[in-house]
T-cell receptor, first 108, second 115 residues
Framework: DAKTTQPPSMDCAEGRAANLPCNHS???????VYWYRQIHSQGPQYIIH???NNETNEMASLIITEDRKSSTLILPHATLRDTAVYYC?????????FGTGTSLTVIP | EPEVTQTPSHQVTQMGQEVILRCVPI?????FYWYRQILGQKVEFLVS????????KSEIFDDQFSVERPDGSNFTLKIRSTKLEDSAMYFC?????????????FGNGTRLTVT
């Protein structure tokens, strides 16, 4: 079962930052936090992952709290193409357990 | 950028028929996976595969399912006798190494419709 809790849906204005929260209060010290998104029925697309430190790549930033019990995915300038379901996943072993994610709608 | 490719994009079959779903993982990746997503439901793990054998499998992956890497590039999922409830999107994924720090990269899936 998924070890994460995410709000079921969020809206964000186009051009603004989208901040997607995730709770993972039972995370273990060696478990990574991964973010994926799924646009329509396409395959899950890798966004970013991290263990303890904040991470940034060309798609997004990942902020992990010091106690690692929660994290936030930040899309700095949301576009209409960022409308998707976003999954926060705590990686246990070699598998990914997908929850129900957050459905992000970017509004023009 | 390298990507995982899956064929066909859509497969329609009659109940009881065998289907083979095909995947070409990213070329230097060593670990391969199949996931499925029934319409409107979660993405579910089916099986992982490394070094020509199954590493892990879920309860969903029963005797009706099998996986194979027939050559150096393809990775296949076979369903021997399809049932209506096998209708779903099937996603193949691959990762470079077996390490929690190594992301899985997914293909765009095969939509299987069993009639």
């Amino acid at each position: 079962d998924a070890k994460t809790t995410q709000p079921p849906s969020m809206d964000c204005a186009e051009g603004r930052a989208a901040n997607l929260p995730c709770n993972h209060s039972t995370i273990s010290g060696n478990e990574y936090v991964y973010w994926y998104r799924q646009i329509h029925s396409q395959g899950p697309q890798y966004i970013i992952h991290g263990l303890k430190n904040n991470e940034t790549n060309e798609m997004a930033s990942l902020i992990i709290t010091e106690d690692r019990k929660s994290s936030t995915l930040i899309l700095p300038h949301a576009t209409l193409r960022d409308t998707a379901v976003y999954y926060c996943i705590v990686r246990t072993g070699n598998q990914f357990y997908f929850g129900t994610g957050t459905s992000l709608t970017v509004i023009p | 950028e390298p990507e995982v490719t899956q064929t066909p994009s859509h497969q329609v079959t009659q109940m009881g028929q065998e289907v083979i779903l095909r995947c070409v993982p990213i070329s230097n990746h060593l670990y391969f996976y199949w996931y499925r997503q029934i319409l409107g439901q979660k993405v579910e793990f089916l099986v992982s595969f490394y070094n020509n054998e199954i590493s892990e499998k879920s309860e969903i992956f029963d005797d009706q399912f099998s996986v194979e890497r027939p050559d150096g590039s393809n990775f296949t999922l076979k369903i021997r006798s399809t049932k209506l409830e096998d209708s779903a999107m099937y996603f193949c994924a691959s990762s470079a190494i077996r390490d929690p720090n190594s992301p899985l990269h997914f293909g765009n899936g095969t939509r299987l419709t069993v009639t």
